[in-house]
């Protein structure tokens, strides 16, 4: 079993570029979430140490999409002596196919994170060391520099996958089979949003009507919950 992340002292400085479905803007917040919560530093793009791109695969626009973004990404980053990470779905999909074709990327990670982490952390170490200065701004300006807030509303995701095989959608093939996420860990991204200044949440998974978690009921309960 691989062992937590450990948190950081100074931090890397993050972006996080997202395309696709509500599910992958829920992905991203979550992710921004348990990367400050290591100790790096959510910053705009202009001055990452290292920008992620959280892609699509569904469908043949979103792949291209996704695909010119990761282009358009790595010129802009290397030109700046930083770094890009592609994760998400196209990555799940295509991971093979896309390390042979787009050498740009310095980090690919599909749904298991462990490369992306591995990978800040090594940054962060660069950070501390004062080989780097987030991206070639001073550290200051970097940790100055903060994404946006919260919209009014925000999505929380509470399922993932599905079981029904249906012939035109691919996320079976992605994602893999119905799984719904707990309810504690719904609540919390609930909570976080909220405080983050979301007045209006917007559940979301590929079967939402399907959730339910033994021992706490079903999607009726969850809603009075949240």
């Known amino acids: 079993?691989?062992?937590?992340?450990?948190?950081?002292?100074?931090?890397?400085?993050?972006?996080?570029?997202?395309?696709?479905?509500?599910?992958?803007?829920?992905?991203?917040?979550?992710?921004e979430r348990r990367l400050a919560a290591l100790g790096h530093r959510p910053?705009?793009?202009?001055?990452?140490?290292?920008?992620?791109?959280?892609?699509?695969?569904?469908?043949?626009?979103?792949k291209e999409e996704s695909i010119d973004a990761i282009l358009e990404v790595a010129e802009s980053?290397?030109?700046?002596?930083?770094?890009?990470?592609?994760?998400?779905?196209?990555?799940?999909?295509?991971?093979?196919?896309?390390r042979r074709e787009i050498p740009e990327v310095d980090v690919w990670s599909g749904f298991d994170d462990a490369p992306l982490m591995k990978a800040l952390a090594a940054l962060a170490g660069e950070v501390e060391g004062g080989a780097r200065s987030g991206g070639g701004e001073r550290r200051g300006a970097a940790q100055s520099t903060r994404r946006p807030t919260v919209p009014l509303h925000a999505y929380v995701k509470i399922s993932d996958g599905c079981d029904r095989r249906c012939a035109y959608c691919a996320?079976?093939?992605?994602?893999?089979?119905?799984?719904?996420?707990?309810?504690?860990?719904?609540?919390?991204?609930?909570?976080?949003?909220?405080?983050?200044?979301?007045?209006?949440?917007?559940?979301?998974?590929?079967?939402?009507?399907?959730?339910?978690?033994?021992?706490?009921?079903?999607?009726?309960?969850?809603?009075?919950?949240?």
């Open 77 to 98: 980053c290397h030109a700046r002596g930083a770094r890009i990470a592609a994760i998400g779905c196209l990555v799940e999909r295509y991971g093979e196919e896309l």
């Open 171 to 226: 996320i079976p093939l992605i994602k893999g089979g119905y799984a719904a996420l707990a309810p504690q860990a719904i609540l919390s991204a609930a909570t976080h949003a909220t405080a983050s200044g979301a007045r209006e949440l917007v559940l979301v998974g590929q079967d939402t009507s399907h959730w339910a978690w033994p021992g706490y009921g079903a999607l009726p309960q969850l809603l009075r919950d949240v």
């Open 43 to 62: 910053v705009s793009i202009a001055v990452a140490d290292l920008v992620i791109v959280n892609t699509c695969g569904f469908i043949d626009a979103a």
């Open 1 to 31: 079993m691989a062992s937590a992340p450990r948190a950081c002292r100074g931090g890397a400085g993050f972006a996080v570029h997202t395309l696709g479905c509500p599910k992958n803007e829920a992905d991203s917040v979550t992710l």
